[in-house]
Every structure is written in C-alpha cells, then in structure tokens.
C-alpha cells in the first residue's frame, strides 16, 4: 500500500493522524478475511480526479478487517496483493 501520494479526494480516517502532503510510505499489511472480506472499498484511479491508474481505497468499513488493523487510510493505493503486483492494472482485472 502507498499512503498519502496525490489521492484525488484526500478523507481522513478516524483516529489517524494526518501525514505531510508530500510524503509517501510504503508498507507491507497483511489481513485476514472477516465473514465479509477485508472490509474495504475499492477504486480506479481513472476515475477519480486524478484520472491515473492505481487502484485505491474508497471505503474502510467499520470493524473490518482492514479499518482494525489501524494502519490503511481511505486514499491508500494498493501495490500488490498475495504478491501480485497491480502497478498499472485497472479495477477490471
């Protein structure tokens, strides 16, 4: 996940504090499924207002899996999951 790089609509999570605008963090998040998934929302960069590939957090859904682990961010972009890198895939694949 990247955390604070140009997300279109920047929202903050409850409880996080806010990073420098021009500050970006790499960092490796590993989550278990909850009887609803991973508990988040997610977008195509290209279509937000940032109109640029990338898949990002939307929505972190309270209690989830993703939202109690405390570290992920609606804004957060998503580099790889399982290992499988989504650099320049679209929400499709």
Same mark, same amino acid.
Request: aromatic share 8%; charged share 15%; with cysteine.
């Given at each position: 996940?990247?955390? !604070?790089?140009?997300? =279109?609509?920047?929202? @903050?999570?409850?409880?996080a504090?806010? %990073?420098?605008? *021009? ?18 929302g997610?977008?195509? !960069?290209?279509?937000? =207002?940032?109109?640029? @590939?990338?898949?990002y957090?939307?929505? %972190?859904?309270? *209690? ?30």
């Amino acid at each position: 996940y990247v955390s !604070g790089c140009d997300f =279109p609509f920047p929202v @903050p999570s409850p409880g996080a504090p806010p %990073l420098p605008d *021009d500050l970006c963090v790499v960092f490796v998040v590993e989550l278990d499924k909850g009887p609803y998934g991973l508990g988040m929302g997610l977008i195509d !960069g290209l279509h937000t =207002p940032l109109n640029a @590939p990338g898949i990002y957090i939307r929505t %972190l859904i309270p *209690d989830g899996p993703a939202a109690s682990d405390g570290r992920l961010r609606i804004g957060d972009r998503i580099l790889a999951v399982n290992g499988t890198s989504l650099i320049g895939a679209d929400y499709q694949r």
